[in-house]
Nanobody, 129 residues
Framework: QVQLVESGGDLVQPGGSLRLSCSVS????????IGWFRQGPGKEREGLLC??????????ADSVKGRFSISRDNATNTRTFYLHMNALTPGDTSIYFC????????????????????WGRGTQVTVSS
């Protein structure tokens, strides 16, 4: 069982930056790939960035390449993954979720098809002046 808790969502002005956190706890955490997803008003949930558990390979959706990045902090027993967001636009307004998956054919498959085993509850990001 894996638990994920997102935090850091806020109201930010266009062009601003924000860092979201995903705190991951549970058993056998090294086996899980982690992804960041979002769902805007009236839109389907979209995979943004996913990082593979074993080799650290990363998939970035075209919509966030060059603006968003993912990092991790393994310093404690509870693993924390961060989503760094820059050059935010009103189109980035969404609920942001992190998720964990034990296996996928590829890290891109996980992100594109949202094939995950565990979801967090999400954190709201609003980009507005």
């Amino acid at each position: 069982q894996v638990q994920l808790v997102e935090s850091g969502g806020d109201l930010v002005q266009p062009g601003g930056s924000l860092r979201l956190s995903c705190s991951v706890s549970g058993n056998n955490l090294d086996a899980y790939s982690i992804g960041w997803f979002r769902q805007g008003p009236g839109k389907e949930r979209e995979g943004l960035l996913c990082i593979e558990a074993h080799d650290g390979s990363t998939y970035y959706a075209d919509s966030v390449k060059g603006r968003f990045s993912i990092s991790r902090d393994n310093a404690t027993n509870t693993r924390t993954f961060y989503l760094h967001m820059n050059a935010l636009t009103p189109g980035d307004t969404s609920i942001y979720f992190c998720a964990a998956a034990a296996w996928n054919p590829s890290i891109s498959f996980m992100c594109i098809h949202k094939t995950v085993a565990y979801w967090g509850r999400g954190t709201q990001v609003t980009v507005s002046s």
